[in-house]
């Protein structure tokens, strides 16, 4: 199951939030969604779930266009809004039930369906609670079992995390993780970037409407900093080998922390491959060599300016 977003663009006015956007993603896989406040996330998210129509441009499950073809895309896909209305007057599993009605499905197979769901997603000892009593977390845990009723291949997931306690933004995590092995493909937006890292495969980042950077995370985060940390162990002499490690290319700083240096440098791969080669010709016993990884939330900064469309 592929989903692509192909030259996506929706206009409000003179606005843009959404401004030729195209990426691409498929079954197991969990791709974060980031971008400023107004970069266009839920804009394209509502597309996505048929719930909009672009401007221009069309979203793909499969070859198949849901912006033509909405009623197909809407069997394919499940989708969790950043809130789930309070209903005062609906038990979890009448809210449940009712919506797998409302998905064709009848009779013993709909109360397998709905007892299924309930189980997996921790619902069984609420089902006869209120909605309108549940805690945040509880809520959220609700959009997702209704969004799973029909057994969607894709899911697109806006802002689930907003709200919750750490317990609940675990669970949640661990949850789409599991669907994610169980081959759903999970378009998820989030501004916890520190969490969302911990389970995405995949990033897509925009700003003012426009796609700034997108594909398998650990690519974005090499490729999108000029700068990289290295933490270097050497053997002795460590005096000594802080003016010559300076005295390298592209090093810009050398900090000493007990045996360990630790050495900024101007550049990606090539250039900490470059210090390494060096270090070795420079007869310096090298124990360790430890490249840090960028986190999400540096790319993030590097990458936007928090403009807004």
């Known amino acids: 199951m592929q989903l692509e977003v192909v030259e996506l663009r929706r206009y409000f006015g003179n606005v843009k939030a959404v401004d030729n956007v195209s990426f691409t993603f498929g079954t197991h896989q969990i791709i974060g969604l980031v971008g400023p406040n107004g970069a266009g ?30 009623e197909q895309g809407r069997r394919l896909i499940g989708f969790v809004p950043d809130s789930l209305p309070s209903h005062r007057d609906i038990t979890v599993h009448e809210y449940l039930d009712f919506f797998a009605r409302a998905c064709g499905l009848r009779g013993q197979l709909r109360k397998r369906v709905v007892e299924g769901i309930e189980e997996f997603t921790n619902l069984t000892n609420l089902r006869e609670k209120s909605i309108h009593a549940l805690s945040k977390g509880m809520k959220q845990r609700v959009s997702v079992a209704r969004a799973l009723l029909h057994d969607p291949p894709v899911l697109v997931l806006d802002e689930p995390a907003a ?13 789409l993780r599991t669907l994610c092995d169980r081959g759903k493909a999970i378009l ?49 002499n460590l005096d000594g080998a802080v003016e010559k490690v300076m005295c390298l290319p592209h090093v810009e700083a050398v900090t000493r922390a007990d045996q360990t240096l630790r050495v900024k440098i101007q550049g990606g791969d090539a250039e900490c491959a470059s210090l390494l080669a060096e270090l070795i010709r420079l007869g310096l016993g090298v124990v360790e060599f430890h490249v840090e990884s960028a986190a999400l939330e540096q790319v993030f900064l590097a990458v936007t300016k928090g403009e807004v469309a």
Not at 48 to 69: C, F, H, K, M, N
Not at 163 to 175: T, V, Y
Request: charge should be positive.
């Open 188 to 236: 998820v937006s989030s501004h916890i970037l520190s969490e969302l890292e911990q389970m995405i495969t995949g990033v897509v980042i925009l700003e003012r409407g426009k796609l700034v950077r997108a594909g398998h995370l650990q690519e974005v985060l090499r490729g999108s900093l000029t700068q990289r940390i290295v933490r270097i162990r050497l053997l002795d």
């Open 41 to 70: 996330k839920t804009t394209m998210m509502r597309i996505i779930a048929t719930l909009d129509e672009p401007t221009a441009g069309d979203v793909r499950i499969d070859g198949v266009s849901v912006v033509q073809y909405p």
């Open 163 to 175: 709200g919750l306690d750490p317990r609940a933004r675990i669970e949640l995590r661990e949850l």
